[in-house]
């Protein structure tokens, strides 16, 4: 079955630690995204990215960091300079160009020590 | 500035009536709607798309209407179930793929 991998389901960070969340796609998407949930709020961009190789800041990227080196593969790492990284992360992909579903996957929630 | 509101209460039900929920935007020209369902401690899953020049989408029990005039899109869960109990988010599109969220709303629906 197709679907978007993400781990690890929990994820504990010590202070000062850059730690990198895991998110795999079989779908043959062009597109994905990285999203931050917090209690009671939408889901917000973090970063994107539409093609190999190529990704752009979302509405909250500072503190993080992406890489898009597979089509299949969009890590994103949350840098010590994030100062509130506790927070739901969902990984979720799509066709690209608009007015195409995004699959998720089932999050990584991640807190701090 | 750009907005988009949802029914900030839980929405209370009985099982096998009609729930409606309400999404709610400013200053924003989307050209897709898109709802999806939440469970807790699980990622949004796709429920339905509406473009701009549709009044009006159908999807067994489910129903969707957008109104660029009002700039409003109703949610319509027919007969509803236990089951269907979960968070709602309704996500903009602007053509860009870039989605704008909603903050949900929890449905709880008893029997």
Redesign the interface.
């Known amino acids: 079955d197709g679907g978007?991998t993400?781990s690890p389901k929990y994820l504990f960070r010590k202070e000062g630690q850059n730690v990198t969340l895991s998110c795999e796609q079989n779908l043959n998407h062009d597109?994905m995204?990285w999203?931050r949930q917090d209690p009671?709020?939408?889901?917000?961009?973090i970063y994107?990215s539409?093609i190999v190789n190529d990704f752009q800041k979302?509405d909250i990227a500072e503190g993080y960091s992406v890489s898009r080196e597979k089509k299949e593969s969009f890590p994103l790492t949350v840098t010590s300079a994030q100062k509130n990284p506790t927070a739901f992360y969902?990984c979720?992909s799509?066709g690209?160009?608009?007015?195409?579903?995004?699959?998720?996957?089932?999050?990584t929630?991640l807190s701090i020590l | 500035s750009q907005k988009?509101e949802q029914n900030s209460e839980a929405l209370n039900i009985q099982e096998g009536k009609t729930a409606t929920l309400t999404c709610n935007y400013t200053n924003y020209s989307p050209?897709?709607l898109?709802w999806y369902r939440q469970d807790p401690?699980?990622?949004?899953?796709?429920l339905l798309?509406i473009?701009e020049n549709e009044k009006e989408k159908r999807k067994e029990r489910l129903k969707v209407t957008f109104d660029t005039t009002l700039k409003q899109s109703l949610f319509h869960i027919t007969a509803s179930q236990p089951a269907d109990s979960a968070t709602y988010?309704c996500a903009l599109?602007?053509?860009?793929?870039?989605?704008i969220?909603?903050?949900?709303t929890e449905l709880s629906v008893k029997p």
């Open positions: 978007i993400q597109a995204y999203y009671g709020q939408g889901l917000r961009l994107y539409q979302g969902l979720a799509d690209g160009g608009g007015g195409q579903p995004q699959h998720f996957g089932d999050g929630r | 988009i050209a897709y898109q401690g699980r990622g949004p899953v796709f798309l473009r988010l599109d602007n053509q860009g793929g870039k989605l969220f909603g903050q949900g």
